[in-house]
Each structure stands twice: as C-alpha cells, then as structure tokens.
C-alpha cells in the first residue's frame, strides 16, 4: 500500500518553477515505501500472490489505451536567439548548461535561464556573398564539459574548447579526411555535407554521417577516420560524372 507523502520544495528557483517542481514531485516520487521489489517491477509480495493464483482466478485480460495516459507539456521556452533553423540541441555534462545551432551560430544556454544566452560561434560574415559554408550540427563531450564538436556543409569537424576564449571561432581542431581535397565534381559539396555528428560514451570516438559515407574518428587523430562505412554505393558513379 502506497502510503501518504508530500512533494518536497525545490529552493532558489522562480515561482513558476517552484510549482512545477512541486506537480511532478507528486506525481512521481514516493516515501516510505520499504518493500523491496524484483526486475519485472512488482513487490514481492505481489508477485506471491500471483504465484498462488490458478489461471481461472487471473480473470480477462485488459487492454489499456496508451493514448489516453501519455501526454506531453512544455516546461520552459527559450526563445528569440536564432534567426535561421534550429538543426541542434547537445545537453552538457555537468547538468547545468546545452547549446543551440543553427546554419551560422552556436548559443550557450544555462538550464535555468530562459532569457539569456551567450554566442560562442559566429559563421556569420560581413557580407554574406562571401559565406562559403554552414553549421550542420553540434555535440557536446560526452564526459569533458568543455569541450565541443560541429560540423559544416564543407565536411569538416571542428574540436573546440570553451575555456581558451569567449568566442570559439578560430582556436579549433579540425578533422578532415584527406579525401575530400581529391576530385572535385558538382556534386562534391553536396555529398561530402556533414548531416550528423554524435559522440562514443567512452568520449575517445566520433562518429560522422555525411550522404556517402558513415566515419568513425579517433579524437586523436585528426588526419584521417580509423573507420569508413560506404553506404549508397549504387550512386557513387553517377556523383563522379
């Protein structure tokens, strides 16, 4: 038996917050509740009981309706910091802070703050008849809070540390497999995009997508991808035409 709680008050945070806090402590934590339980998820003493039950005493079977039980509300908007699309979103490690990307710019975001966000990259040129490239996507390190990844429609992998400087446009590792400085055809750029980047769990591999072509990276090496897995090989002639 589920015995009575009370949701449990969060601190230093805004009103707004405090009450949401407040809603989902009471609707998904319970005290007191010192019978242990097994992997399926039931007591032990439920599952007891069901062992001593004959089949006849199961009684017919219910079927519930996902539909009705699941349901999704938003929690917090952050708003009003890109001009272009959206084409990621990386939480951080250290639980506090996430970036969003769009074609020319990367923001950092406190959890905490909806209103406020600081611009540590910025593709963004003069004029913009000289933009030769774009922001595809970006990752945070799985285990390093400072450390960061993006890719471009160029195929190129930049390795940045947000603790050398404010701005991260410039003080980059690049990864770039040598390939791509090879035959040039019309459809170069448009193949050689990267689509999307994610890192290992272990935090010593990335792994690349872009239309031709999955890469494993090793982060040490900056030269070359230890792994290429060729995918639309049916295309390949034609791209080369």
């Known amino acids: 038996m589920v015995k009575d709680h009370k949701p449990k008050k969060v601190k230093g945070l805004n009103p707004f917050v405090d009450s949401e806090n ?19 998820g039931y007591a032990v003493e439920s599952t007891a009981k ?9 009684g017919p079977a219910k079927r519930a309706n996902i539909g009705e039980t699941v349901s999704t509300r938003c929690r917090k908007v952050y708003a009003h910091a890109h001009d272009y699309n959206i ?13 969003s990307a769009d074609d020319l710019r990367i923001n950092l975001w406190n959890l905490d703050v909806s209103d406020q966000c600081f611009n540590i990259i910025d593709m963004k040129p003069s ?8 922001i595809t996507a970006a990752e945070f390190h799985p285990i390093h809070c ?4 993006y890719s471009s ?17 410039h003080k980059a590792r690049i990864l770039q497999h040598g390939e791509s400085s090879g035959f040039k055809s019309f459809f170069t750029e448009i193949v050689s995009s ?48």
């Open 22 to 40: 407040v809603l989902l402590a009471e609707s998904s934590f319970v005290s007191g509740q010192d019978t242990p339980s097994v992997a399926n």
């Open 50 to 58: 069901i062992d001593n039950m004959t089949p006849s005493q199961y």
């Open 87 to 99: 084409n990621s979103i990386s939480n951080n490690s250290d639980g506090e802070t996430f970036v």
């Open 127 to 134: 004029n913009m008849e000289d933009l030769t490239e774009v």
């Open 146 to 149: 400072n450390l960061l990844a």
């Open 153 to 169: 429609s160029r195929g190129f992998i930049r390795l940045v540390d947000l603790r050398q400087s404010a701005i991260c446009d």
């Open 194 to 241: 990267i689509s999307a980047i994610k890192f290992a769990s272990d935090g010593r591999h990335l792994l690349s997508r872009d239309y031709m072509n999955l890469k494993l990276w090793d982060m040490r090496m900056e030269t070359s991808p230890v792994a290429i897995f060729k995918i639309h090989e049916h295309l390949r002639p034609k791209v080369r035409e």
